[in-house]
């Protein structure tokens, strides 16, 4: 089946302005992540989702971001007044029950530069 | 607190040879589980394999092997009679139940013709 994909591939905006990011996760998986990774270092968490609530938010940096998940399935990060330290590749992960037993399946990711 | 590391940050191996990626993690919690994932030059994360806590046992999957040893603490990840296709930077992570992921720094392998 298809995999978890994600939109833009590329997102080159300018500093201060408002982006999206969307992520469509495998369909029937509840669990679903979002991660940062900069270049050269591991995958950073930002958030976790059980169906539509947020179970764990504590990787967002600060209050410039934010994530829904509206109807259990698609997910965006929305990133307000961008600043250049936000440039990096994001990272969608969907997993059946995100309860540690099944595996979560990544995205190809969005790469942002913020100019 | 959580924390994983991979205290290799480069290794460059001739085809043919043997490798293996060291994982080391910290935890207090008895129930977690244990992850090797492969990225690719491509980008795109590819799981490898997960392990539980409660499963000591070491795995084989074709050149891959596992080696689980909850005393140290460690989760190293073997590939035999390593091939080109092998270069990727291979991350470990650990999940504890319920929670999120912790990723380690990864591990660059170069496999050299």
């Known amino acids: ?18 982006v999206e990011l969307r992520c469509d996760p495998i369909s029937g998986h509840t669990a679903l992540y979002w ?4 270049l050269g270092q591991g995958p950073e968490f930002l958030i976790y989702f ?6 764990d938010d504590s990787g967002l940096p600060n209050d410039r971001f934010f994530a829904v998940r509206p109807e259990g399935s698609v997910s965006t990060l929305k990133i307000q007044r961008t600043e250049r330290g936000d ?3 994001y990272l ?7 309860d540690g037993t099944d595996t979560q399946y990544f995205g190809p990711g969005t790469r942002l530069t913020v100019l | 607190a959580q924390k994983v590391t991979q205290a290799q940050t ?21 129930t977690y589980y244990l992850f090797w994932y492969k990225q690719p030059p491509s980008g795109e994360l590819v799981f490898l394999i997960r392990r539980n806590s409660f499963d000591e046992q070491n ?6 092997s596992w080696n689980f040893q909850k005393s140290t603490s460690s989760f190293n990840f073997t590939i035999t009679a390593s ?3 092998d270069s990727a930077v291979y991350f470990c992570a650990l999940h504890l139940y319920g929670q999120n992921f912790v990723f380690g720094p990864g591990t660059r392998l170069s496999v050299l013709p």
């Open chain 1, 1 to 18: 089946g298809a995999g978890v994909s994600q939109t833009p591939s590329n997102k080159v905006t300018e500093k201060g302005k408002y």
């Open chain 1, 35 to 38: 991660y940062r990774q900069s």
């Open chain 1, 50 to 55: 059980q169906g539509t609530g947020a179970a």
């Open chain 1, 87 to 89: 440039s990096a590749v």
């Open chain 1, 92 to 98: 969608c992960a969907s997993s059946l029950t995100g």
């Open chain 2, 10 to 30: 480069e290794i460059s191996v001739v085809e043919k040879e043997d490798v293996t990626l060291d994982c080391v993690y910290e935890t207090r919690d008895t």
């Open chain 2, 59 to 64: 795995e084989i999957s074709g050149r891959y």
């Open chain 2, 83 to 85: 091939q080109v296709v």
